[in-house]
């Protein structure tokens, strides 16, 4: 194995084309510019000596009177480290995805439990882990190839996760529950139309039952507590989209946990504040044409708006952001203003509750307005149930801080800036749900709706994620936008049809 000199670290497109490569990872930015797979870089370390076994089997092969030598392709060069020491594709896509969309999502206990939870699930850890780190690549690089290997590896996913499922005894296991999660996870990242699912009811249903029949031995581990909580807010962000209170059963479990969770948890603290969102939410429908209901529903509203800030106000000090100076300020970011967090799941949960504030106050300001011009027309009925409302004062109450606001949950927006501050990374995809609820309410001042869209659209163009254009278009034709809620308040939740019939059925079978 003779010293072969110093080869090239460049990735194998830029080393055919004898181009100048920047060796930014995970893909180069000739390959980005010119849409083709960039597969990552060489180890140098491993090439400085030259394994001289082909050449030489080559030349006995030749010695021998053999015209038909055979050799490598380029896909089993990237597929076998017998061939090459280059990554698999396996390696490139589970690395790209820990390191750029795992960070910033629901899923952070990944990289250190990855290893064990999935030795013991029969491979549907694996696969529901290497399905979305395929799909989260393939939309990366543009690449087709990828993402049929994301589906692939779905299946399996798929199948596995329902052959654990069907046993009471691997239902329990924390690899079961974590498969689950994934496989809406890979949805949520492969998802590009505006296909709703069909069934929430069985979505809801099938994961009170999982964490029903997981019990309270679930949270004797602080991965088990992560996987009851993560759970728990995709059941509540499931009845807040529909509009339907939280099931009185799912109620009775939290209750029987909570003496096992973290009070002090910003997770825990927010819990019950959303369950009285649902319950809010489930009953604004009914106060259409029903003006005795009017009275108490902007109470209400100003009370949940008041609780918002409380729960607001009890994060711990490590929670806390900071304003980041002028001279810091990238120069896209909205009005100079610019926030610096500790890390990107606590720049999720600060934008909920924000919307959740703003959400609040358009009721108020809708229904002050509306009682104002029901006064204005004479209307008896205004007169006998809500003389007493004060619309100036509460149309002022909703306005108070509107406009701080909104401008700080777009001051979040340079927080998913690349190193540069120019380009947004793939954890952006959380951005989207606050950005596109800003740009329907109302009351957000135009300066600021214009540049929500902006960042939409930057969104899509430069971390590549298609659901962010799917946004504009939806808001630009008047569509309606609940899916997006359904996508990205609070978590990624368990989506589509082919889960939601995983957990459907051990609801039934526990029914049975």
């Not at 850890?125 to 779905?154: I, K, N, P, Q, W």
């Not at 100079?336 to 609040?360: C, D, E, K, S, T």
Request: aromatic share 10%.
């Amino acid at each position: 194995m003779p010293f072969g000199g110093r080869p090239s670290d460049a990735c194998e497109p830029c080393r055919k084309g004898r181009l100048r490569c920047d060796r930014v990872r995970p893909s180069c930015t000739q390959c980005l510019r010119k849409s083709i797979t960039c597969f990552g870089y060489r180890e140098v370390s491993l090439l400085l000596f030259k394994d001289e076994s082909e050449s030489t089997a080559r030349k006995q092969m030749l010695n021998h009177g053999l015209d038909h030598v055979p050799n490598c392709s380029a896909l089993d060069i990237m597929l076998s480290p017998s061939c090459s020491p280059t990554p698999s594709y396996n390696e490139l896509a589970l690395g790209y995805f820990m390191s750029s969309y795992v960070p910033a999502s629901p899923f952070d206990y990944l990289p250190k439990t990855y290893n064990i939870i999935a030795s013991t699930a029969q491979n549907a850890v694996s696969s529901s882990v290497l399905a979305a780190s395929f799909a989260s690549l393939s939309l990366h690089v543009g690449s087709d190839e990828l993402m049929a290997y994301a589906r692939t590896h779905y299946s399996k996913a798929l199948s596995r996760t329902n052959v654990a499922l069907a046993s009471p005894d691997t239902a329990k296991l924390d690899s079961s529950l974590v498969s689950v999660l994934l496989l809406g996870f890979y949805e949520a990242i492969a998802f590009s139309g505006q296909q709703s699912p069909t069934s929430w009811t069985a979505h809801t249903l099938g994961a009170v039952a999982l964490i029903r029949l997981r019990g309270t031995k679930q949270l004797e581990t602080s991965l088990g507590q992560q996987l009851f909580l993560q759970t728990c807010n995709n059941i509540r962000s499931s009845c807040i989209q529909r509009s339907v209170t939280v099931p009185d059963e799912f109620l009775r479990l939290y209750e029987q946990a909570k003496p096992f969770l973290d009070p002090k948890s910003p997770h825990v603290l927010i819990g019950p504040l959303l369950d009285k969102i649902a319950s809010f939410k489930s009953r604004l429908p009914g106060i259409r044409g029903q003006v005795p209901k009017m009275h108490g529903i902007v109470c209400e509203a100003l009370q949940l708006e008041e609780e918002a800030q409380v729960v607001d106000k009890m994060l711990s000090h490590k929670w806390r952001y900071q304003v980041k100076p002028l001279h810091m300020v990238p120069p896209s970011a909205y009005q100079g203003l610019a926030h610096q967090y500790p890390a990107h799941f606590m720049v999720r949960h600060w934008n909920n509750i924000r919307l959740i504030r703003l959400f609040m106050k358009e009721v108020v300001w809708g229904v002050a307005a509306f009682v104002a011009r029901a006064k204005e027309q004479g209307m008896p009925e205004i007169f006998r149930y809500c003389n007493d409302l004060d619309t100036a004062a509460l149309q002022a109450a909703a306005s108070a801080n509107h406009t701080q606001i909104v401008a700080d949950i777009l001051a979040t927006t340079p927080h998913f800036l690349d190193y540069n501050g120019m380009t947004f990374t793939p954890a952006a995809r959380f951005l989207i749900w606050p950005l596109t609820v800003l740009v329907e309410l109302a009351m957000t001042p135009e300066p600021a709706r214009r540049y929500a869209i902006k960042c939409l659209c930057d969104i899509a163009s430069q971390a590549r994620i298609p659901q962010a254009l799917q946004a504009v278009k939806a808001v630009e034709s008047k569509s309606s936008t609940d899916w997006w809620a359904t996508m990205f308040f609070l978590c990624f939740v368990l989506t589509f049809m082919c889960v939601l019939t995983i957990l459907f059925r051990i609801h039934l079978s526990l029914l049975g």
